[in-house]
């Protein structure tokens, strides 16, 4: 790899990472001040509800862009980032006044002047802050079956259905944190590129389709993700000649949420991280399956083939949260939250 495709690797890492931490530094600052949204996170009908929401909110999205109204999805994801933001500083500034101005800070950025770095910022705020939200109300079987029903739904729906394509087609123009975007070019500005390969969605599906595989071209660097289900994808004249590629904001919270949640919920024993107090083993094995999961997403990205992200990611995420589970001593029954089910 050159030196712009291990440039892009490291942001993308880095934002994953900032992420996961983020998530996990909130996670006791979240239970304390009630922000658990559910009654019994132990109740797997919870993930059900949730996953019901996504599809409701990808339908709602479709007929948006088909029916030109594009700025109220708009709307919605900058409202969101003022209050996925708010839930962030509002954990870490003692003055409520600040938070509630620093939350609105980061809206009017993004309305104003949505460059690259300023969506990755709020990205990483919105990634957190739900990651955070979603580790404490999820428990362990909640969150496992939440992230491998969305990893088989994102499978489908970018080598099945492919609706994916009609999202990403609608939501790049509009420049909002939906998407976390990873330059490769120091020089590359979001606000300057004007997607003018977006017209080809349908035209590069299809011919990719028949080898099985569905590339979405825009102006020669590609990627999707719309709510929680993504597909990170690339154009076939590989990664050397794009200035960016783009992963879904999805693909970043849904491992998140069992990192979190395995630290929250694992009666395993805290690592004694200082300013990581909820990190535990399988908390961190999970981390290290979702980089492990990361890795290979992008090097197949880079070779130029569209893939869904959460596949991956949610199974490495899972995997490692298992394997560190048994590392320290927590029956496998136990750790898949199904104990008091036997």
Same mark, same amino acid.
């Given at each position: ?58 339908? !709602? ?22 209050? !996925?933001? =708010? ?19 980061? &809206? ?48 489908? @729906? ?15 123009? !509009? ?99 200082? =300013? !990581? ?31 869904? &992200? ?14 560190? @589970? ?10 898949? &939250? ?5």
């Amino acid at each position: 790899m050159n030196s712009r495709v291990l440039r892009g690797v490291a942001i993308a890492a880095l934002i994953f990472l900032l992420v996961q931490l983020g998530s996990l530094a909130l996670v006791p600052t979240f239970f304390d001040q009630g922000y658990q949204t559910v009654e019994d996170p132990t109740n797997p009908t919870n993930s059900l509800v949730y996953i019901g929401a996504i599809l409701v909110a990808t339908a !709602l999205m479709l007929a948006a862009f088909r029916y030109d109204f594009e700025q109220a999805v708009r709307a919605v994801v900058l409202l969101s980032s003022v209050m !996925l933001s =708010w839930y962030v500083f509002s954990a870490i500034l003692p003055s409520p006044v600040l938070a509630v101005v620093l939350a609105v800070g980061v &809206g009017a950025a993004l309305f104003l002047y949505p460059e690259w770095y300023v969506i990755d910022t709020a990205g990483v705020l919105m990634g957190a802050s739900a990651g955070g939200l979603f580790g404490i109300s999820f428990g362990l079987l909640p969150a496992i079956l939440l992230l491998s029903v969305l990893a088989v739904y994102d499978a489908i @729906s970018v080598y099945g259905t492919e609706h994916m394509l009609d999202l990403a087609e609608g939501v790049m123009d !509009l420049r909002i944190p939906v998407v976390l975007v990873v330059p490769l070019s120091l020089s590359y500005s979001l606000l300057d590129d004007d997607f003018g390969g977006a017209a080809d969605v349908h035209e590069e599906a299809a011919e990719g389709g028949a080898n099985g595989e569905t590339a979405t071209e825009v102006d020669g660097e590609t990627a999707t993700e719309v709510d929680g289900e993504t597909a990170t994808e690339a154009v076939a004249d590989g990664a050397a000649e794009r200035d960016a590629f783009f992963i879904g904001l999805g693909d970043a919270v849904m491992p998140s949420v069992m990192v979190a949640s395995a630290a929250f919920f694992s009666p395993a024993e805290s690592l004694g991280v200082g =300013w !990581l107090p909820a990190l535990n083993l399988p908390a961190l094995t999970s981390m290290i399956g979702v980089f492990a999961g990361l890795g290979v997403l992008l090097w197949a990205v880079m070779k130029g083939r569209a893939h869904a &992200g959460l596949p991956l990611l949610n199974g490495g995420a899972i995997g490692g949260y298992l394997v560190g @589970s048994l590392a320290a001593g927590v029956p496998v029954v136990q750790a898949l &939250g199904l104990a008091q089910y036997l």
